[in-house]
């Protein structure tokens, strides 16, 4: 069940006008071999940038086999639009960028991506707090934005 309310004032989410946080979106597979090299410059990159840089490892194409099958029923969709071309690869924010035609693009392109991603101003802030009542395994999410 949701159940969405409208709030009059701000209550937690700010209202200073904040830059953009970066998604790097890294298509990889159990299988490849060049791939710990890109996770090491994806996890670089996060932790440089804590709190702005959220990871996603997405398992697809021939590297991404069936034991252990960490494959979702999107990954072959989401790889497509990048018109993904080789392994390790990934997206920024899912953003064409400066002088190329595709999402997609290679690990050594995704610091200089990820940086002008962080330095553009967002369009909205956005907060969120929850809460878990593990009992009734009943979620409460209150999201506001600005």
Not at 97 to 100: L, R, T
Not at 124 to 131: E, L, P, Q
């Given at each position: 069940m949701f159940v969405f309310a409208a709030l009059s004032a701000q209550t937690f989410v700010s209202t200073t006008p904040a830059k953009k946080n970066a998604?790097?979106?890294?298509?990889?597979?159990?299988n490849c071999?060049?791939?710990p090299s890109g996770h090491k410059v994806v996890n670089n990159i996060t932790a440089a940038n804590k709190g702005r840089v959220v990871p996603i490892n997405i398992h697809v194409g021939s590297y991404a086999v069936d034991n252990p099958n960490y494959k979702t029923p999107y990954g072959s969709a989401i790889a497509d639009q990048s018109n993904l071309g080789g392994y390790p690869n990934g997206t920024v924010n899912r953003h064409i960028?400066?002088?190329?035609t595709k999402t997609a693009?290679?690990?050594?392109?995704?610091?200089?991506?990820?940086?002008t991603?962080?330095?553009e101003n967002s369009y909205?802030?956005?907060?969120?707090?929850?809460?878990l009542n593990s009992t009734t395994r009943e979620l409460t999410v209150?999201?506001?934005v600005y």
């Open positions: 998604v790097i979106e890294e298509f990889t597979g159990v071999g060049n791939c960028f400066a002088g190329k693009m290679s690990v050594g392109d995704f610091s200089s991506s990820v940086s991603i962080l330095a909205v802030n956005v907060a969120a707090k929850s809460t209150t999201v506001e």
